[in-house]
C-alpha cells in the first residue's frame, strides 16, 4: 500500500507540476495582453498593437500547452484517486464542472477571435475577446482555488452514513475563508511570473541589441507590473494567508517555520536553518528573535505553537520538504521584490536601460519566479498531508485499491518521456517567436 501510494502521489505531483508551468503565464499575461491593447485604443501607436500580438503568440502556446497537459489529471482522479473521486465527487466536481463548462469554454471560444478576428471584429471589439479570455483566465483560476480551498478547510458539507461527502450549503464553498487569500495570492504569483518574462526578454532584446524599441517597452512595462505583483504577493496576500495557515493548520504552520518545540515568550524568525526530523530541532540556524510572533499576531512575545503540542499522527508527513519548500518561496519572493524596486528606481532615473546589472539579473531570473510558484504549491499541499480532506479524509483513504504500484509507475515513466519532448517542442516554438521578434504580425 505504502508503495502503490508512493506512485500514485509521485505521478500526480508531477503532471501537475509540469502542467502549472503554464497556466500561471497565461493569467498574468492576459492582464498584461489587455493593457498593451487599451494603450494602443487610447494611443492609437501602432507598437502597441504589434506588442498585442507578439504577447498574443506566447499566450496562445501556453494555452494550448496548458490543456494538453491538463487533461492527464482529470483522468487521475479516476484510475489513480478513485476512492477520492467517489467520496468527495458530489462536492469538488461541482467547481471542476463549472471551470470547465464556464471560464475555460469562455476562454477558448474567444481565443480565436483574439487571435484572427482583428480585421474583422474591428479594435474595440478585438479588446473585448482580449478581456473576455483574461476573465475567462481568472476565473478558470478561481474555481481551481475554490476546489483546493475546500480540501484545506472543508465548509459546507454534511458525511453520509456511507462516506460520502455531499454539499448542503452552495454558497459556502464561495464563502470559504480560505479562497480570497489564496486566490490573491495566486493570481499577483502569476502576475510575478508573467511579469519577469516580459520584462526578461525586453532585457534580452536591450542586450543582444536587437528589437531594442520593444525591448524598453517590454522591459518598462514589466518591471511596473512586477514590482506592484511581488509587493502584493507578500503584503497582504501572502500575510493574509499565513494568518488562515496559523487559524486552521496550525500545525502546519509549525511545520513551515521549523518550530518543533513551543516558543512561549515569542518566536524568532528563521532565516537559514536545516532541520533535523529526528532529534526535533534546526540545526546551523540564524534567526532573529521574536520576529515571527510580531508577524504572525502583532505582537512580540506571543507564544507560537510547536510541533511538541500536536499528535504526530498530524504531524506533516514531509516536514523537511514543507520546510524547504516555504523557505524557497519566501526568499525568492524576497529577492524579486528587492530586483525589481531597483529596475523601477532606475527607470525614474533614466538609467534602466545601460544599467547592464540589472539586465543581465532581470534575463538569467527568467526561471526563478517558476521556481517560486512551484514551491509555493508544494507548501500548500505538503502542509496539508497527511490529509486529503483537512483532518476528515487522509490520502491513504483516497487511493484506487485497484490500479497496481506497477501500472502506476509504467504510466509516470510514460508521462515523464511525453512530457520531455512537450517541454523540448515548447522551447522550440518559445525561441523562434523570439527570434522572429515583434515587428512581425503573422501567428
Same mark, same amino acid.
Given at each position: 500500500m505504502e508503495e502503490m501510494l508512493f506512485y500514485d502521489r509521485m505521478q500526480f505531483a508531477f503532471t501537475i507540476t509540469f502542467h502549472y508551468l503554464f497556466p500561471q503565464l497565461t493569467m498574468g499575461l492576459s492582464l498584461i495582453i489587455v493593457y498593451f491593447k487599451w494603450k494602443f485604443l487610447r494611443t492609437n501607436e501602432e507598437h502597441y498593437n504589434k506588442a498585442t500580438h507578439f504577447w498574443m503568440k506566447m499566450f496562445a502556446l501556453n494555452f494550448a500547452m496548458g490543456v494538453v497537459t491538463g487533461i492527464p489529471m482529470e483522468f487521475q482522479f479516476g484510475t489513480n484517486w478513485a476512492k477520492f473521486s467517489e467520496l468527495t465527487g458530489g462536492i469538488i466536481g461541482q467547481t471542476l464542472a463549472m471551470e470547465g463548462m464556464f471560464s475555460f469554454f469562455l476562454e477558448s471560444s474567444f481565443l480565436g477571435m483574439f487571435l484572427f478576428g482583428e480585421k474583422i471584429l474591428g479594435h474595440k471589439w478585438h479588446f473585448v475577446t482580449g478581456l473576455l479570455i483574461c476573465l475567462g483566465s481568472w476565473a478558470s483560476g478561481f474555481l481551481i482555488i475554490a476546489t483546493h480551498s475546500w480540501m484545506q478547510n472543508p465548509v459546507? /458539507?454534511?458525511?453520509?452514513?456511507?462516506?460520502? *461527502?455531499?454539499?448542503?450549503? *452552495?454558497? $459556502?464553498?464561495?464563502?470559504?475563508?480560505?479562497?480570497?487569500? @489564496?486566490?490573491?495570492?495566486?493570481?499577483?504569483a502569476s502576475m510575478v511570473t508573467s511579469s519577469f518574462v516580459v520584462s526578461s526578454i525586453g532585457a534580452f532584446y536591450i542586450l543582444s541589441k536587437r528589437s531594442e524599441f520593444y525591448g524598453k517597452l517590454f522591459l518598462k512595462t514589466g518591471i511596473i507590473f512586477g514590482l506592484i505583483s511581488s509587493i502584493v504577493v507578500a503584503v497582504p496576500t501572502g500575510d493574509l494567508l499565513a494568518k488562515n495557515v496559523v487559524k486552521y493548520q496550525p500545525v502546519t504552520f509549525a511545520a513551515m517555520e521549523g518550530i518543533f518545540h513551543t516558543e512561549k515568550k515569542g518566536a524568532e524568525i528563521v532565516l537559514i536553518g536545516q532541520p533535523d526530523v529526528k532529534d526535533k530541532k534546526l540545526d546551523n540556524k540564524i534567526a532573529v528573535p521574536n520576529v515571527l510572533s510580531f508577524l504572525t499576531y502583532g505582537s512580540w512575545n506571543t507564544e507560537v505553537k510547536g510541533l511538541d503540542q500536536f499528535d504526530e499522527k498530524t504531524h506533516p508527513?514531509?516536514? @523537511?520538504?514543507?520546510?524547504?519548500? /516555504?523557505?524557497?518561496?519566501?526568499?525568492?519572493?524576497?529577492?524579486? %521584490?528587492?530586483?525589481? $524596486?531597483? $529596475?523601477? *528606481?532606475?527607470?525614474?532615473?533614466?538609467?534602466?536601460?545601460?544599467?547592464?546589472?540589472?539586465?543581465? @539579473?532581470?534575463?538569467?531570473?527568467?526561471?526563478?519566479?517558476? %521556481?517560486?510558484?512551484?514551491?509555493?504549491?508544494?507548501?500548500?499541499?505538503?502542509g496539508r498531508q497527511p490529509w486529503l480532506v483537512y483532518n476528515l479524509l487522509r490520502t491513504t483513504a483516497g487511493a484506487s485499491p485497484t490500479v497496481s504500484s506497477g501500472n502506476t509507475l509504467f504510466t509516470l515513466l510514460g508521462f515523464v518521456g511525453l512530457y520531455l519532448l512537450l517541454g523540448l517542442l515548447f522551447l522550440l516554438l518559445v525561441g523562434k517567436i523570439i527570434k522572429n521578434g515583434p515587428e512581425t504580425k503573422k501567428i
Open positions: 459546507g /458539507y454534511e458525511i453520509l452514513a456511507n462516506g460520502k *461527502f455531499v454539499l448542503n450549503n *452552495f454558497g $459556502a464553498l464561495f464563502t470559504n475563508p480560505w479562497i480570497w487569500p @489564496s486566490y490573491l495570492h495566486n493570481q499577483a508527513t514531509n516536514i @523537511s520538504g514543507l520546510y524547504y519548500a /516555504y523557505h524557497i518561496m519566501v526568499g525568492l519572493g524576497t529577492v524579486f %521584490i528587492g530586483l525589481m $524596486a531597483a $529596475a523601477v *528606481f532606475q527607470l525614474f532615473r533614466k538609467k534602466l536601460f545601460v544599467t547592464h546589472w540589472i539586465l543581465w @539579473s532581470l534575463l538569467f531570473m527568467l526561471p526563478f519566479p517558476y %521556481i517560486a510558484n512551484t514551491t509555493g504549491w508544494y507548501t500548500a499541499e505538503l
